[in-house]
């Protein structure tokens, strides 16, 4: 018999160098997953005794990923709120010295009086745009009722049914009714009716009432939550001459100051308003700065939050590693040698097709 071993089919030998061939290719298949996924299996069942701490760790690590995703939504939402608030007290500020400024000019004419007039204007034109302020996520104003605009119509702030009523108030100003307009601009502003309330029906509530309907996110594994930014309408009980919530009071006093167009130094009443709505403007701006201070506050707060959980989750990481980490060293090592053993074995079974029955005996 002359003809090659090849030509009568698999032999036993090639049976057996086939297996190793499949043997080698499984675990270069298992070693190949080690590079690139770090672990030493890819079944929980190959992790052996390590598998319940996988079990256990796996999806704890993914808890503190989306707490960690809610904290930096968090943040982008207070970021935006102080920037916006900062910019409220800012106009709060900046009326109150003018006010102030106009009531001292003891020959104010009506002129120093448009001016202000025009500026409390532009002031609640600005002041809509930043109660409006959004972050991607909702209307920052407007706590829990994120999706609801927080000033529908911002344009209503200086034509509006409220704007409206606050300037008949101020056009009946004497020298003698000045707490009488402020508190029915007070009550006014504090007016929650559909028709004359400026802010989102969801937040035309008492200023203690919208405290309530601040946003809340999870900052915790344990499902804790923190209240987060600021609602529009929030504050504290009313009073004469505060509605109780700073940014109402603000909207009023605006107003009131964009009514003054026409009135001179020596309109009855017009010094007596100046140096009130001074004085209320100051005290508008540094509760609003209050606020700001707060919302800074939190900021630390679910910044510490976020450092806590990301040592917490590093450990946990390090401990999977420890248990199912692939030794990455010794992976290499043992992928080099299946390669050579691999290539050994295919020239072995070259060899073999080309032997005849002579090369065996």
């Known amino acids: 018999m002359t003809g090659s071993i090849g030509s009568y089919g698999a032999s036993g030998a090639s049976v057996i160098l086939t297996s190793g061939i499949k043997s080698i290719t499984d675990a270069q298949t298992a070693i190949a997953w080690e590079v690139s996924e770090g672990t030493t299996s890819q079944t929980i069942a190959g992790l052996g005794d390590s598998a319940h701490e996988a079990i256990s760790l796996s999806p704890k690590i993914s808890q503190i990923s989306a707490v960690q995703g809610n904290l930096s939504s968090a943040q982008g939402r207070l970021s935006s709120t102080s920037t916006a608030l900062n910019q409220i007290v800012k106009i709060a500020q900046g009326l109150s010295t003018q006010a102030l400024s106009t009531e001292e000019t003891e020959s104010g004419d009506s002129t120093s009086f448009s001016t202000l007039s025009d500026e409390a204007q532009s002031a609640l034109t600005q002041l809509g745009t ?3 302020s959004t972050d991607g996520n909702g209307y920052i104003f407007s706590g829990s009722n994120s999706s609801d605009k927080t000033v529908p119509d911002p344009s209503g702030l200086s034509s509006g049914a409220l704007a409206a009523k ?27 009716s559909a028709g004359i309330s400026v802010f989102a029906g969801s937040l035309s509530v008492s200023g203690s009432s919208a405290a309530d309907l601040t946003k809340s996110v999870v900052t915790g594994t344990d499902g804790s939550t923190t209240p987060i930014g600021v609602v529009a309408t929030q504050g504290g009980t009313k009073t004469s001459d505060s509605t109780g919530s700073p940014i109402r009071d603000l909207v009023r006093d605006l107003m009131i100051l964009s009514s003054t167009k026409g009135m001179t130094s020596s309109t009855p009443g017009a010094n007596q308003l100046l140096q009130n709505l001074h004085t209320s403007l100051t005290t508008t701006a540094n509760k609003v700065i209050d606020m700001t201070t707060g919302v800074g506050v939190t900021q630390n707060s679910l910044t510490s939050i976020s450092t806590t959980l990301s040592s917490a989750q590093l450990m946990m990481k390090e401990q999977m ?9 010794t992976v290499s090592s043992q992928s080099n040698t299946l390669q050579t053993s691999l290539k050994a074995t295919f020239m072995l079974i070259t060899d073999m097709k080309g032997m005849t029955l002579a090369n065996y005996l």
């Open 166 to 192: 606050i300037s008949s108030l101020v056009s009946g100003l004497t020298d003698d009714n000045l707490s009488d307009v402020i508190s029915e601009a007070t009550d006014a502003a504090a007016d929650n």
């Open 321 to 329: 590693t420890t248990n199912i980490g692939a030794d990455l060293a």
């Open 130 to 132: 930043i109660l409006n």
